[in-house]
């Protein structure tokens, strides 16, 4: 992963996690999602307070994007400890997302008190260690920016194309039916030269690539 400040990949949650854990009878209940902005990451918080309306606390951090405006490494970061001690909640639980190298996240940490006070060394624990054991549990995925390339392809053809195309590792995006097919594909930056050779000799040089912009793909870590 190159610095998010220039980032041509970075690491996003593979699917929403909830966990919970008990420590001395207080039971911390971790939802970890992925968001795709700061409005999507408060509103998770805020279902979390309706869901669970009765806890004490909903504490929670978010880490979002490859280029955010104003956190470390240019990812935008943000964290609230919610009435618990200073630093003993949102701060750890930040730093455990951040540790994981995760983005486009947001963790909540919801406590019901259990009647023995716990120290800030002890809730920095607790709060750390349930969104560890939700990123554990919701895996990983990595998003890379890709150029898009469009290339045509004649109906008869374009069947066989695809398929020869994606047994090579290619990714297909989309194909668009018209006068002709129009497949597009997401290619590992500076390799649609390479591309365009590996098109000709599938097409007997009547395909060629044409890049169209770039966006962000999942793949697998």
């Given at each position: 992963m190159t610095d998010r400040a220039g980032a041509s990949s970075y690491r996003v949650p593979a699917r929403t996690a909830e966990v919970e854990i008990e420590v001395r009878r207080s039971r911390f209940r971790c939802h970890l999602e992925r968001?795709?902005?700061?409005?999507?990451?408060?509103?998770v918080?805020?279902?979390?307070?309706?869901?669970?309306g009765d806890a004490g606390h909903h504490c929670w951090a978010f880490v979002l994007g490859a280029e955010g405006a104003d956190g470390v490494d240019g990812a935008r970061v943000r964290s609230s400890?919610?009435?618990?001690?200073?630093?003993?909640?949102?701060?750890?639980?930040?730093?455990?997302?951040?540790?994981?190298?995760?983005?486009?996240?947001?963790?909540v940490v919801t406590r019901w008190f259990g009647g023995t006070l716990l120290g800030v060394g002890g809730l920095v624990r607790a709060?750390?260690?349930a969104v560890a054991l939700a990123a554990d549990e919701a895996g990983?995925?990595?998003?890379e920016r890709r150029d898009l390339v469009?290339?045509?392809?004649?109906?008869?053809?374009?069947?066989?194309?695809e398929h020869e195309l994606r047994s090579r590792g290619v990714m297909v995006r989309d194909a668009s039916y018209g006068a002709v097919v129009t497949l597009t594909l997401?290619?590992?930056?500076?390799l649609s030269g390479s591309l365009g050779a590996t098109l000709?000799?599938?097409?007997?040089?009547a395909a060629a690539p044409r890049q169209v912009g770039t966006d962000w793909v999942d793949l697998p870590v």
């Open positions: 968001v795709a902005d700061e409005d999507a990451a408060r509103a918080v805020e279902a979390a307070r309706r869901r669970h400890d919610d009435g618990e001690p200073a630093g003993s909640a949102g701060a750890p639980m930040l730093e455990t997302l951040r540790g994981r190298e995760l983005s486009d996240v947001v963790a709060y750390s260690g990983v995925l990595r998003r469009e290339v045509d392809a004649a109906h008869a053809d374009a069947g066989r194309l997401a290619v590992p930056a500076g000709a000799g599938l097409t007997a040089g």
